[in-house]
């Protein structure tokens, strides 16, 4: 981390979970250009983990910037290392809870967010830590430009049904809807991140969507 200390952007206070509260106490909104150096559309992950996923997109994709966000700073150091290895110039990081995106993304400024298999928790209970509790997508939706997509995995077919429940209730159009994206092997564009081979080699299958901002 000493090395490329510009590749981390932030570093958040964990355990703001009152993601209005949080934006209105503090706000230090990223300058993407000065962050990356140019004007390319920006991509952000949530929940990074190892950061297999996103370095492999970034090489396939160079046209597009990434954020990397993940809340726990012992495993964002793993992505760190690698993206200083390769020498990627496409991608940032955000240690940083979701919950508190507001105060740092801009409106109106991501093209893409990818969810790979966010965190289930069981719905009772904990529905509104889920990632896409419709008080997470209200707040996606502001970040997205108009026409940007969410794209989520997941191995839970209860937190799937979920998921497209508050995708449509937040007037999200969905496309792609698959119950099992692994049904004819890996399609070629899929990147397969870490928790998804797992699953894979578990015989589980993987759901998959596409959540467009109308
Ligand atoms: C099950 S792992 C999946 C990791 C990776 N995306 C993959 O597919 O291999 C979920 C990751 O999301 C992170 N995470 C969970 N809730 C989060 C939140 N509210 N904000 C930021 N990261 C979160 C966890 O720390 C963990 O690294």
Known sequence: MEARSDLLLARGTNGILNMKEAAENFRAL???KAAFGNDKPVALEIGCGKGGFVCELAKRRPAYNYLALEKMSNV???PLEDVFAQGLENIRFLNIRAECLPCYIPENSL???YLNFSTPLPKLGYATQRLTHRNFLEVYKKLLKTGGRILQKTDDRDFFEFSLEEYRACGFALADVSYDLHENGN???N???EYE?????RGL???RVVASKP
Request: proline share 9%; hydrophobic share 50%; aromatic share 14%.
């Open 111 to 113: 093209d893409e967010i």
């Open 187 to 189: 399609p070629a564009w």
């Open 30 to 32: 990223l300058d993407f």
């Open 197 to 201: 081979q797992k699953w894979v080699e």
């Open 191 to 193: 990147i397969v991140t």
């Open 76 to 78: 964002i150091l793993t």
């Open 205 to 207: 299958p993987i759901h």
